[in-house]
Structures are given as C-alpha cells and as structure tokens.
C-alpha cells in the first residue's frame, strides 16, 4: 500500500475522492464490513441523516410535507433513515415500499419495522396508481428505490412508479443515484427518475459525467457516510 495522502487545511475530504464505478462501490462497502467489522447498518445511517440534512439545507421556507418511496434493497433502508431524522425535525412523512415486509431481509428488514414501531404512516404499494395521491399532498419526494447495483432495464410496477414522480412534476431528491440510471454509464435503463438532486454517498459515481446524466441527477452533493480513509486511499486522484 502507498503513502496516505495528508489533506491540506480546508480540503473536503469527500470531494478529493474520483467518481466511482458500480464495482468500486460495492467493493468498499464491502472491505468496510469484512476486512473492518463496520456494520452496515451504520454506514445507512450516516448515509440517511447526511442526506435529510441536504434536504432540510435545501428547504428555506420550514418544513415540507415529504413522501420516500422505499425499495426492497439497501437503498431503501437509507430511505427510511431519512424519513426518521425528517419525523424527528418535525417534518411531515409518509413512507411507501415497493415490497411487502415480509419480502425485505437484512438492514431494510430492520429500518421498516422501526417505522413501524414509531407509528410512522407507512404501507406497501400494491399498484403505482395508488401513489397519485401521496404525489399530490407531498412538497418532495425522496427517491430510495434503486441503487447502484442496478444493471438492467427498469421494467414492471418500479417503472411506473418512476414515470408517476416524473410526470408529478414533484422535486426529487435522489439518494445515491437517481432510480434507472446505470451507475458506470450515466444512461437511463428504461426509464430514470429525473431528481432536482442527487445525495450520492462517499463519491460522485462514473456515470455522472456523461452527456446529459445532469438532467436526471440534478445538483449532485457528496455525503460523507463514515469510510475510514485507509478504504478511500486508492480512490484519490494522483498528481
């Protein structure tokens, strides 16, 4: 392994990483947890609260009614961490998975049923059609459907739900990346959620640079999420 690089008073220490690939994601999240014991569930919780507090900077007129649509995956498990610190400043929120409880496992499993527990208005979308309403009474939308992992066309009731928050016309915060765009390529698999802006964790991602990714991500705003800097070393651009 090389030097450390030492950051220079003022350095963001986030912003000097270069944009990653699907892969390079998955492999910190990966070294994170086997090689440095680093639950995952904490790595979601910084990545949830980061980003709530990106929306709430965003906001300068108070509090806004807000709906996080929620997928089966570790996205959605962020997701329901934003909408616990939002609750917890005093935020409207309603919360909608894309799968029934007993379908999550893992970190998602768990964040749900602490929504639950809390008595927050959560519930299953058992057809796209039905969030129409919850598009009309929400300020924003928090997008926690897909994540980075996702490497083929957006088809079935994800799909229409994405089409329904485009066409809403609802601003969207995006978590990590918008929901249907590929990580590596900055292309929608289908159909994308087109966001006002994008939260994405530890590291601009590839795909973010490509012509006319910018109108599905928006402004993109890196959240640091707690990687120990010996797992971000090899991901710093050298003179």
């Not at 639950?39 to 949830?48: H, R, S």
């Not at 980003?51 to 962020?78: H, I, M, Q």
């Not at 893992?106 to 059609?129: E, H, M, N, Y």
């Not at 969207?172 to 590929?182: E, K």
Request: with cysteine; hydrophobic share 40%.
């Amino acid at each position: 392994m090389g030097r450390r690089r030492h950051l220079a008073p003022g350095d963001d220490p986030v912003t000097t990483l270069r944009p990653l690939s699907r892969d390079e994601v998955r492999r910190i999240d990966g070294r994170a947890a086997e090689e440095l014991g680093l639950p995952t569930i904490v790595l979601m919780e910084n990545a949830g609260r980061g980003a709530a507090g990106l929306l709430v900077g965003a906001r300068e007129s108070g509090p806004a009614r807000v709906l996080v649509l929620c997928g089966p995956g570790n996205n959605g498990g962020d997701g329901a961490v934003v909408a616990r610190h939002l609750d917890a400043w005093g935020w409207p929120v309603r919360v909608r998975w894309t799968v029934p409880d007993d379908r999550l496992r893992g970190d998602p499993a768990l964040q749900r049923s602490v929504l639950g527990r809390a008595g927050f208005d959560q519930g299953t979308i058992a057809d796209p059609s039905a969030i129409d309403e919850d598009l009309r009474w929400a300020d924003w939308v928090v997008d926690a459907l897909l994540g980075t992992g996702l490497a083929r066309e957006v088809e079935g009731p994800i799909r229409a739900i994405i089409e329904a928050v485009n066409a809403s016309g609802t601003p969207v915060l995006a978590l990590d990346l918008p929901s249907g765009l590929d990580c590596d390529t900055g292309r929608p698999l289908g159909e994308a959620i087109r966001a006002r802006m994008t939260a994405t964790f530890v590291s601009s991602k590839l795909g973010f640079d490509a012509p006319g990714a910018s109108g599905y991500t928006g402004e993109v705003r890196v959240v640091d999420i707690g990687v120990p800097g010996l797992l971000l070393e090899p991901f710093r651009p050298r003179a």
